[in-house]
């Protein structure tokens, strides 16, 4: 089992990269926040879509 503070040390091999830790989240995220999911899925697109106009 990994906890959010596990995954903060990868931080800086991925400058790009967007840390969220969000309450009320599980294991199931795109069931149980489906909103919030989608709100970050649409702007990771939006910035792997930039990158690629670049």
């Not at 149980?32 to 930039?50: C, I, K, N, S, Y």
């Amino acid at each position: 089992m990994t906890g959010y503070r596990d995954a903060w040390g990868l931080l800086e091999h991925y400058p790009h990269a967007t840390y969220a830790v969000l309450d009320r989240a599980g294991h199931a995220l795109h069931l149980e926040q489906p909103d919030l999911f989608g709100a970050l899925v649409e702007e990771w697109l939006d910035r792997v879509e930039g990158a690629l106009a670049e």
